[in-house]
């Protein structure tokens, strides 16, 4: 038939072509996931180590904090710097460095015997897992651009990002108990070499917008500093001295000051860092603001909840992992086989909304668990419930962030989305921690037992959780765009008035 019409046959090997750059792109995708696997497990799974971490480099009780809160600050700090950096010089590049440097970090990690060499790597992984993970959705957006894969590819993104943190209990309980802690830093070393290796072969090489176009090292230095202070004031003095000390509120008005100058910079520098513009999207600066409130009772959950577990009901690390091991299921089924489904048929917004309410109902299931829980009756149903808020939740927050954003800045956008994460996620922690901390102190100096005083304070914790997921259903529900009619709609509507005529 097209021979007689004079049309050519189609082109085979074209079509080979295009079947292999496909299938090329979602390689690439499993590797960028992989990669920032990687970044997020050891987020967590360093949590189920530290009381062997603590015994066998003979930290303090304060000082042990540092391990956590070394690799918080550098990675908190540097993830918008190093998002506007893929832009400007290579998103491939920078990625690859950024794997060069956490796997580098953790091998010494991994050989650490004192507890100098092991904070300093730490920091030093933190820096590797901001240049990692900064760039990784800013490359997805622009490898996917159909709307239909896009939204399937940030389902898969947003299982590794949200899943990851209980894997990551569940590994590190596994491997602290079978072999020791060395071996939670060891094992990222096979993967980021093997990642490293995929990457140069499967992810397109690519050429920034140039480093004159956003070279503002004034801003760079205002920015990476003031977040690093931020994230210190947040996780250290907060967390020990309490909001209110004179040391708290003297770092926390620094760390405003410093990205206070930072806007200032920005608003009149000719090559800004960051450019104002991106936040003329409702959208892009709605996700960020629901994400980071939605984050800050997630973590607390994840935080207080394994607390609770261990210290509670007397689970060991390994129970702990397996516990919260149906979040992870249910995440994974919603992001990977569903989530893609219901953004295109419903779109992001819809999507979204009922996802942060069933977050605030497991919230709240959570904060009625008694002293004396089973675990199928009060702990797996709120478990359940995040699950499931959480699958719905961030693949759509993912795609409204993302949505609108110009391809020179899809990197800045990428490392926005991993800042409000990360701070976000340690400013909640910090709230709720001190809240729970001061209230069951409050408790056993009043006569309560140990674990009733406890208890409570998880309670009232996770309380303040549901309120952070609600103030994000309020912005959801006011500031995000209202999706315009499908075009398909007026397609038919056209159809039909034609046949009519």
């Known amino acids: 038939m097209q021979a007689a019409l004079g049309v050519p046959p189609p082109d085979a090997s074209l079509g080979s072509m295009t079947r292999s750059d496909d299938r090329s792109r979602w390689i690439a995708l499993v590797v960028l996931c992989v990669g920032m696997l ?20 003979h930290f303090s009780q304060s000082s042990l904090a540092w391990v956590v809160n ?115 830093f060891f094992v990222n070393l096979p993967i980021g070499v093997a990642t490293a290796i995929l990457a140069l072969r499967y992810v397109a090489r690519d050429t920034g917008i140039g480093l004159r176009a956003g070279a503002d090292l004034p801003g760079a230095v205002l920015i990476t500093t003031g977040l690093m202070l931020l994230v210190y004031t947040i996780v250290e003095p907060a967390a020990k001295h309490g909001w209110g000390s004179s040391t708290t509120l003297g770092l926390g008005a ?68 397996l516990a919260f091991l149906p979040v992870t299921v249910v995440i994974g089924t919603l992001s990977l086989g569903y989530a893609e489904k219901l953004i295109t048929r419903f779109g992001a917004r819809a999507t979204l909304l009922p996802g942060l309410v069933l977050v605030a109902a497991g919230l709240a299931l959570f904060s009625r668990a008694p002293v004396h829980a089973t675990y199928v009756a009060d702990v797996l149903p709120p478990m359940i419930l995040l699950g499931l808020g959480a699958g719905l939740s961030f693949p759509a927050l993912m795609t409204l962030a993302m949505s609108g954003v110009q391809p020179s800045e899809a990197g800045l956008a990428s490392g926005l989305v991993n800042t409000t994460l990360q701070v ?64 398909e709609v007026a397609v038919r509507e056209d159809v039909a008035y034609s046949e009519a005529a």
Request: hydrophobic share 55%.
């Open 38 to 57: 990687m970044i997020v497990l050891d987020a967590t799974i360093v949590n189920v180590a530290l009381p062997s971490i603590q015994h066998d480099l």
């Open 70 to 184: 070394a690799y918080l600050i550098t990675f908190g700090g540097l993830l918008l710097l190093a998002g506007r950096l893929g832009d400007l010089a290579s998103r491939r590049g920078v990625f690859l460095a950024g794997l060069a440097v956490f796997t580098l970090a953790s091998a010494l990690c991994g050989f650490a015997h004192s507890q100098g060499l092991l904070i300093a790597a730490r920091f030093i992984q933190g820096a590797g897992g901001a240049l990692t993970s900064a760039v990784i959705l800013g490359m997805i957006v622009t490898m996917f651009q159909e709307p239909r894969e896009q939204a399937k590819a940030i389902g898969v993104y947003s299982f590794v990002a949200s899943a990851g943190g209980s894997i990551g209990l569940l590994a590190g309980g596994v491997i602290t108990q079978s072999i020791n802690w060395h071996w939670i």
């Open 254 to 321: 620094a760390a405003v000051a410093l990205l206070a100058g930072f806007v200032v910079r920005e608003a009149t520098a000719s090559n800004p860092l960051m450019p104002f513009a991106i936040f003329r999207s409702r959208n892009l600066s709605g996700a960020n603001v629901i994400q980071a409130l939605m984050v800050a009772g997630m973590f607390g959950m994840f935080f207080l909840g394994a607390l609770y577990l261990r210290r509670v009901l007397g689970y060991s690390p390994l129970g702990i992992g």
């Open 424 to 487: 976000g996620g340690a400013l909640g922690l910090a709230v709720l921690a001190t809240l729970s901390a001061t209230h069951s102190s409050h408790l056993l100096g009043s006569g309560h037992s140990t674990a009733s005083a406890l208890t409570s304070g998880y309670h009232l914790a996770f309380g303040v959780g549901v309120g952070f997921a609600l103030a994000a259903v309020a912005v959801g529900a006011t500031v995000l765009e209202r999706p315009q009619a499908a075009p």
